[in-house]
């Protein structure tokens, strides 16, 4: 099996660098800078940049202190409130540079500050040492939402997307679908085979899951011993049984050997299926317990098969 640490590093995307300042020669001087070595994304107040970091999610801020509208203050501030913008690092440009600014802003979350005028050799250097350490930091928290065994999302990274999937689908009133899976008589396979083989099937069909979901968006996780999870953001319930009707004949032309399972003496996969548009009263909890219901009922009626909520 390839390292999952050198897999995840040769998969990260360039650099993403938002420059924020009000000023068009210092962004033109800025993106001078960096666009051969990040991708550049730009914003000249307040409001823009708080966009900008939603839509673009960049790896690091340059952000200008005194701007018309949200200062960088309340710009940083708020950054480091929001759980998904709270891990960006932000390196102050600022012409003013006291002892009592560099204490707010560090007390605010900033990792660094730059004064002005720009000095190219030393932003420079600065961005590259954040963005190297921010690099870092995400190939490292990307290793600890893997489960180990099989190289796809363990249940901690299951639960945070099921959360950022379910507000997302939220806001844009989109429904969100979860298909709950689990390998039929597995105690039998590992009872029959040992556990090493049991580990090799399940190796073997998180692979298979994995390509059955073509679109970016879409996550396996495994969330068990024999249990795996896929959520299905802005699809709808015929899409989300397509998918699962997709899952079931891969498994079928996989033909993996159970001679100890009563369905047919070959690996299955029970599913259960469940579709919800997320509304200002829905519950993600509700959204988990009808799928655990459509799963259940679908090994009660014989395994092998999809049930949908």
Known sequence: M????????????????????DQPTNIRLLYEAFHQQYDIFMAANGEEALEQVKRAQPDLVLLDVMMPGI?????CRRLKSDPQSAQIPVIFVTAQRSEADEVMGFELGAVDF???PINPV??????ATHMALKRQNDLLRSIAMLDGLTGVANRRKFDEELVRLWRQCQRDNAPLSLIM????????????????AGDDCLRKLAELFRHTLQRPQDLLARIGGEEFACILPW????????????????VRQ????????????????SMGVVT??????????ALMELADLALYRQKANGRDGICVA
């Open 2 to 21: 390839p390292d999952i640490a050198s897999m995840i590093a040769n998969s990260l995307p360039r650099g993403r660098l938002l420059v924020v300042d």
């Open 71 to 75: 200062d960088g203050y309340e710009v």
């Open 114 to 116: 730059i004064t002005k």
């Open 122 to 127: 030393i932003v420079k250097a600065r961005v």
């Open 181 to 196: 899976l689990d390998v039929d008589y597995f105690k039998l396979y590992n009872d029959s085979y040992g556990h090493q």
């Open 235 to 250: 699809t709808e319930a015929k899409g989300a049984l397509t998918i699962a009707n997709r899952i079931k004949e891969a």
């Open 254 to 269: 996989q033909a993996l050997e159970h001679r100890a399972s009563p369905s047919g003496q070959m690996v299955t996969v």
């Open 276 to 285: 919800q548009v997320p509304g200002a009263a829905g519950r993600i909890a």
